[in-house]
């Protein structure tokens, strides 16, 4: 079947940077994607790698590496804003529309 | 701007009662969902659908049914509301272009069953 992992809760400063990882087991890979939810919001998406390596979009990058099964979204400068959660994903096998959704992670940033 | 609007943002319901829980899309997408999101569990697949009329199953179907006559919107209909059914609805949309699936969320429904 298909899965992925994530560390449930992350915790930094303002300032810092964090790395949030994620691992995933599927048969046919179609590129991993990562949402942002804040605590009552909806989830919104923030990036997609299909290919290995990083991906930067101003203060987030996510990186993928496909031999490993791997990627992981990396927030730089820290603000407390960027309290949420953070969800990976991956289209299914054999039906890429719809989403395999990691647990996701909870992001604390403290002052 | 992508919009996706929930008819409703909280709703308190009791046991038996049928629920409708409408959701509305303005971005011509073909692909709507409707996910469940309880603390711990993540975000479950309740029902898809890929064009009017159309639908799949998802991972947590029991209980629940869909509509989908225009495309703009999506249905999920609970036939007889059970505590366990309290919880977030999600729903979602997103077309198929350029190898990537966005999916863009409503705001969500807060669901109450007394």
């Known amino acids: 079947g298909q899965s992925l992992e994530q560390p449930s809760e992350v915790t930094a400063v303002e300032g810092a940077i964090v790395q949030i990882n994620c691992t995933y087991q599927t048969s046919g890979f179609y590129g991993l994607s990562w949402y942002q939810q804040h605590d009552g919001g909806a989830p919104t998406f923030l990036s997609y790698n299909a290919l290995d390596g990083l991906e930067e979009t101003g203060r987030f990058s996510s990186f993928l590496s496909r031999s490993d099964s791997y990627g992981y979204l990396l927030l730089q400068e820290l603000q407390m804003k960027d309290s949420a959660s953070y969800f990976c994903a991956v289209p299914r096998a054999g039906n890429n529309r719809k989403l395999i959704w990691g647990l996701g992670t909870s992001l604390a940033v403290n002052p | 701007d992508v919009k996706v609007t929930q008819s409703s943002r909280y709703l308190v319901k009791r046991t038996g009662e049928k629920v409708f829980l409408e959701c509305v899309q303005d971005m011509d997408h073909e692909n709507m969902f409707w996910y469940r999101q309880d603390p711990g569990l993540g975000l479950r697949l309740i029902y898809f659908s890929y064009d009017v009329k159309m639908k799949e199953k998802g991972d947590i179907p029991e209980g629940y049914s869909v509509s989908r006559e225009k495309k703009e919107r999506f249905s999920l209909i609970l036939e007889s509301a059970s505590t366990n059914q309290t919880s977030m609805y999600l729903c979602?949309?997103?077309?198929?272009?350029?190898?990537?699936?966005?999916?863009?969320f409503g705001p969500g429904t807060r669901l109450l069953v007394l």
């Open positions: 979602a949309s997103s077309s198929p272009g350029g190898g990537i699936e966005t999916q863009y």
